[in-house]
Structure formats: C-alpha cells, structure tokens
C-alpha cells in the first residue's frame, strides 16, 4: 500500500495538537498542506509543527488545485464543516470531518447527498471510536462478557477550559472565546455529546428509536443549556443516558472533570472511570482490572482513514450517515430542552401573575 497524502483544513487547536502530529506519525499518511483563511492561525502551526511555507494557503481554490493530495481531512471550525465539504466533493476529494458533521440536519444532509451523489467517499472524524478504551470495550461487548446490554451511562462533564482564561493572541484575561463559540454553536450535546451519541449506537449495534434531552443553565448566558441530559431508546430495547457539560468546574480554581462509561449487561457490569485509569469488569466468569489512560486516537484514525483510502471501505470509521444522526439527535434534543426550559420559565411568568 502506498502512503496516502493528506491535506487539512483547518489549523485551530485540535489541528495542532492532534491532527498535524497523528498525520506526522502515522506511516500510513503524508503531510501534503494546510489551508487556513487565517494567516496568524497558519504562522503558528508553521512554526509549531516546523511546516514549509510552500504547504501554507490561505486561498482555499489554490489549496485545492495545487496541493498533491488524495485526500482532506477538515478540522476546521463546525460553522465551515460544510462549506468545505461541499469544495472537497468539486475537487473529488474523500473526506475525514470532524464532529460535529454540521449544526443542523439540513446542512449535515446536504453534506451527506452531494458526496454520496458525487461517489465521494465522507468519514467522520469521531475518534473516540479509535481510543484503546472504547474498543476494548468494543470487543468486551462482542464476546458478551456481560451478556446482553441492557444500560448505558455515558459521563463527560467538563468545563469546555473555562469560563474565563488569558487569551492565547493578546495575552489579555477575559472571557474564553473558544467555550463561548460552542455555546453558541449549541452547547455541549451538539459538540461533545456526538461523540457520545456515537459510541451508544457503534457498541450497541442498535438504532436510536427515541429520544429526549433536558437541560441545565448554569450561566443564564447563552439560549443553549450549558449542563446537559440525553436519554436514548435503542432498536434492541437498550437505553443510553449521557451527561455532558461545560458548566462542570467552568469557575473554579482547579480543573476537573468527569469522564465514565457504565455498561450494565444482563451479566456483570463494566465500568471506565478515566480519574481511576482502569477499566473494570465485574463479570460471572471474570472480573477483571484493566489499566487504561487513552480516551482518544488520533493517530489510529489516520491509520485506518489511509487504509479506507485504499479499499473504499472501512469497518471501523464512522461514515457520513452516522454523523447525521448523531446531528440530527444532539439538535433536535438540545431545541427540546430549550422549548421546554423557555414553556416552564412563560408558565413560571403566570402563576407569579
Ligand atoms: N475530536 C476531538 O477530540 C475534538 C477536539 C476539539 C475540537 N474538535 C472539533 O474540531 C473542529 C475545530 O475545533 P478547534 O477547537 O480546533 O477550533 P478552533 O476555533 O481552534 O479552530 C478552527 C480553525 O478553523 C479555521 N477556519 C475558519 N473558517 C474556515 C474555513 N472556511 N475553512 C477552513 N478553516 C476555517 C479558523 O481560522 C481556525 O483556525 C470543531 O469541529 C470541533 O468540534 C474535535
């Protein structure tokens, strides 16, 4: 097999820290170029990552007439997701996307029909499939060493790096852009929560029926609940319960965090706490302590994404479809819980009256 050359779109945080490394470290994938519409974002990747100027654009058609690559991977911000799909599906090039896939169903299926329509293949960029956890939990699953799943609890409570921080351009503390940005994109079930949304469906091998979401405003700030709840209804009967935050410690002197699967079977439980770094199964047959740090796998996604490449398949990535739905699921739900919230505040308005 030959080395697949990838360009990126995209050179925020998760590009410099994750992507740019994975696709350096993967001996499966070529660093080709980057294109950023934002010449300081691209300066510092440059000199971060030591990226020849000649693999820099800032003229997006000029990245993709000019940049030798067989393949994108956009980590660009969610409000751009479609955009450059819709740029990559023209110029023929398959596709990695970060989560979420889009904002909203309607632009998520326009994404999902041009690039099924062009036969350009679209992956989704949901790495937690590839940390060592899930798929160890994965396999956990497949040789049911829990028996049937019947419950999923799925914890990721985190402060999204705080209300307020020094801002990395002018070095100025004030309030955090980057978490503000998602609260307005829709909160933690349409950022985090995908990925959440994601793993229930790839573990249980079952479709999401019905849904429902509820919300917490921690800060009365933004329209989107900043703490967040999603209960799941699975084809097979299982159901899913996920809690993500960004409210969890947004205020407080220490980071924290909250980070646990639970899976009850009809045989034993499994349990990841990434505080504790282990996983353990309480089985009939076993009960095993695991050591286990990794939640993510950047690198292992770009392995597979250059073999997918080659075969025109792939097992293991989730496809454009799956990040539909899981779109589709963290915004309609995240609308209800603030339907819901705003019915209660107007009810709340009249009996005061
Ligand atoms: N999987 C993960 O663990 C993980 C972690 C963080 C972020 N993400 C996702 O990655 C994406 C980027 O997140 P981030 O934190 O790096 O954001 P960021 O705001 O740090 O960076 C986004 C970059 O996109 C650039 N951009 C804007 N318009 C563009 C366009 N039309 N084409 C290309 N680039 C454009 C911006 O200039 C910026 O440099 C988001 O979708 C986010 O949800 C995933």
Same mark, same amino acid.
């Not at 060592?132 to 914890?155: F, H, M, N, T, W």
């Given at each position: ?63 993709? %007439? ?95 790096? $705080? ?10 503390? $004030? ?6 940005? %998602? ?15 994601? *793993? ?111 075969? $025109?398949?792939?097992?293991? *990535? ?9 779109? %589709? ?25």
């Amino acid at each position: 097999m030959t080395t697949k050359k990838i360009g990126l779109l995209g050179s925020g945080i998760v590009a410099t820290y994750s992507h740019v490394p994975a696709i350096f470290a993967s001996e499966l994938c070529d660093f080709a170029g980057i294109f950023d519409p934002n010449p300081d974002q691209l300066r510092k990747i440059q000199e971060k990552h030591h990226i020849s100027p000649d693999l820099c654009y800032t003229d997006v058609k000029k990245f993709f %007439r000019e940049c030798p690559m067989d393949a994108v991977s956009i980590a660009s911000a969610a409000p751009a997701h479609k955009e450059n799909c819709l740029l990559a599906v023209k110029y023929g090039k398959p596709m990695l996307c970060e989560k979420p896939l889009a904002l909203n169903e309607e632009d998520g299926r326009i994404m999902v029909d041009t690039a099924a329509k062009a036969r350009v293949p679209l992956w989704m960029g949901l790495v937690v499939r590839f940390a060592p956890v899930a798929q160890k939990i994965y396999e956990l699953i497949r040789r049911r060493a829990i028996g049937d799943i019947r419950s999923l609890r799925l914890i990721f409570n985190w402060s999204c790096h $705080g209300q307020y921080k020094i801002d990395d351009d002018t070095g100025k503390y $004030g309030i955090n852009r980057r978490r503000e940005g %998602r609260m307005f994109e829709g909160g933690p079930l349409i950022d985090t929560g995908t990925h959440q949304i994601d *793993l229930a469906r790839w573990w249980l091998n079952s479709e999401v029926v019905r849904y429902d979401g509820f919300g917490a405003w921690v800060e009365n700030d933004y329209e989107s609940p900043d703490h967040t709840w999603l209960h799941l209804d699975h084809e097979n009967g299982a159901h899913t319960m996920i809690e993500v935050s960004f409210a969890y410690g947004h205020t407080t002197k220490e980071t924290i965090s909250e980070f646990i699967y639970e899976l009850i079977g009809t045989e034993g439980v499994i349990r990841y706490d990434r505080n504790q770094k282990t996983i353990v199964i309480h089985g009939k047959k076993e009960d095993l302590r695991l050591p286990s740090d990794e939640d993510r796998g950047f690198h292992a996604m770009y392995d597979e994404f250059a073999r997918a490449l080659d075969t $025109g398949k792939s097992d293991i *990535l989730a496809t454009g479809m799956d990040g539909l739905i899981a779109t %589709r699921i963290s915004r309609l739900s995240t609308d209800e819980a603030i339907n819901k919230h705003m019915l209660l505040n107007h009810q709340g308005a009249e009996l005061k009256v």
